[in-house]
């Protein structure tokens, strides 16, 4: 199973699973008067919008290369991500609003008892859909999966705030009514940290910030095993979608011929494919070392 059948599994998934679960979240809520449930349902209906957008964003990133992307089409996937991490802000915000105006109005009928099942239904679904995506985005190496992955777990720690809430109001009484909506407040906290925190991986890839100091260096190491390659000077790296497209200057024996320096930065280009298979192209220009001529 290739790279796009398998993220496209683990998308169609959450989007089948969250159409049920919102569904069934938002009757419970309305029907178990618990405001807290039904933001839960908001939120499981933002994931499915969500899953859309990395849905198309993971296709259009497969697309190749044309004469308007020679680059391909590999930053469709950080933009996907940076949608649906900023979707999950929005809906913080929102959830935060809507449950702050329920506890500065009137009192309100509290919770019902069964909302708890449907609480502890939803909670045990969603965290194994979180760790069944994470671990497809691990594999192979999606930052809108791992983004996708990150709203089901999103939704896993609104039901339980919901349930803390829920249970301290049928426990405490019609004094505690709104302790389901103070807990929905605490979720959209949550909720707002986690969509920062995964735009600002999806920004970095958008800017071309470089990847971890190791690719780096084994990429640089790799280039400087080449016999011939007697200093490599200048190694940038940057990430588009999965794929990683370098820009080095190697510097060679000034005294070299053009055809022995050409050969050089092809056994370059190959070996650090070969070795980092997730290089998809790499830019070698050939610099004459003055040093070792000095």
């Known amino acids: 199973m290739n790279r796009l059948t398998r993220s496209l599994r683990a998308t169609w998934l959450g989007m089948v699973t969250n159409t049920v679960l919102a569904a069934g979240k938002l009757a ?40 308007d992307h020679p680059y391909g089409h590999g930053k469709a996937e950080p933009i996907a991500s940076a949608i649906v ?20 109005g009137p009192a309100h009928p509290g919770p019902q008892p069964f ?12 965290e194994s859909l979180f760790r069944f995506v994470a671990s497809e985005a691990k594999s192979v190496e999606s930052i809108a999966v791992h983004t996708d992955a990150w709203h089901h777990r999103s939704d896993v720690i609104t039901s339980l705030a919901a349930f803390t809430g829920i249970t301290i109001a049928l426990i405490g009484g019609k004094r505690y009514s709104s302790a389901d909506d103070v807990a929905a407040v605490v979720a959209a906290g ?14 970095n890839e958008l800017m071309d910030a470089a990847p971890s100091a190791e690719v780096v260096e084994l990429i640089r ?18 990430k588009t979608g999965p794929r990683y497209y370098v820009d080095m200057h190697v510097e060679v024996d000034p005294e070299m011929s053009v055809q022995q320096g050409h050969r050089i930065a092809h056994e370059v280009k190959d070996k650090v494919r070969e070795t980092v298979p997730a290089v998809r192209d790499v830019l070698v220009h050939i610099e004459p070392n003055r040093r070792r001529r000095d």
Request: glycine share 6%; with cysteine.
């Open 28 to 67: 419970a809520g309305i029907l178990g008067h618990s405001h807290a449930l039904i933001a839960d349902a908001v939120e499981s209906l933002a994931d499915i919008f969500s899953s859309i957008v990395v849905w198309r964003g993971l296709v259009v990133a497969e697309e190749p290369a044309d004469e």
């Open 85 to 104: 991490s900023t979707m999950l802000l929005l809906a913080a915000v929102g959830i935060a609003l809507h449950s702050i105006q329920q506890i500065l």
């Open 190 to 203: 949550i909720i707002a940290w986690n969509g920062w925190r995964l735009l600002r991986p999806a920004l």
């Open 115 to 126: 909302t708890l099942l449907v609480l502890v239904a939803v909670i045990i679904i969603k």
């Open 221 to 238: 190491r790799t280039a400087g095993s080449i016999s011939g390659v007697q200093e490599v000077e200048k190694c940038m790296v940057r």
